[in-house]
């Protein structure tokens, strides 16, 4: 049965606490007899104790699902952070929606290679006295950054772990995830 990462490791970490449970559980009834004894009084049990774990997981990739997919489009409001402040509210908006049919019109986006060259390229056909200059691309470019940095939180991939399955799977599409985990 495949599973998400996040339920994987979620299971491991909660395994490795339940083990130090057991273990001080452990730990503390051989304490109990050795205080009931006289020869081991003075004594203590040992202690065992895992201070760092490393594990290695192999792991197929079953599927990816996409709930969701965040829009690269450029919306009216961004437009208008775009085009030049000194322009006039009436016009800034009239433009700004003019700006926006147009790249809807021709597909243009954030992701769409020289996005603002394009952006240039139809705002000053559109308004010719519009130079390069007056736009406010280092806003687009931040713009582009933003989407590209924002993670897609709706996404899940999910891993097939179990080695029976992993047995089934060719051997070039199976990953190993190293994992190191540091025991209190």
């Known amino acids: 049965m495949p599973l998400p990462l996040k339920d994987i490791i979620s299971a491991l970490v909660n395994d490795v606490s339940i083990a130090s449970i057991r273990a001080d559980v452990n730990r503390s009834h051989w304490q109990d007899i050795y205080d009931d004894n006289e020869i081991f009084r003075e004594f203590s049990p040992s202690k065992v104790r895992i201070s760092e774990l490393n594990i290695s997981i192999p792991l197929a990739i079953e ?14 409001r961004q437009l208008q952070q775009i085009l030049p402040p ?9 433009f700004a929606d003019a ?4 790249l809807l019109e021709k597909e243009i986006h954030l992701l769409t290679k020289n996005v ?26 931040k713009l582009k950054r933003e989407y590209l940095s924002r993670p897609n939180q709706e996404s899940d991939t999910s891993f097939v772990y179990k080695a ?10 199976i990953i190993r995830i190293e994992m190191s985990l540091l025991v209190d």
Request: glycine share 4%; net charge negative.
């Open 63 to 76: 599927e990816v699902q996409r709930e969701k997919v965040i829009d690269p489009e450029i919306n009216y």
């Open 86 to 94: 000194r322009m006039p509210d009436r016009e800034r908006k009239a």
């Open 99 to 102: 700006l926006r049919d147009e």
């Open 116 to 141: 603002g060259k394009k952006i240039v390229q139809i705002a000053t056909t559109l308004e010719p006295g519009v130079k390069e200059q007056d736009l406010n691309l280092a806003y687009l470019r």
């Open 164 to 173: 029976s399955e992993l047995e089934k799977i060719n051997a070039e599409h």
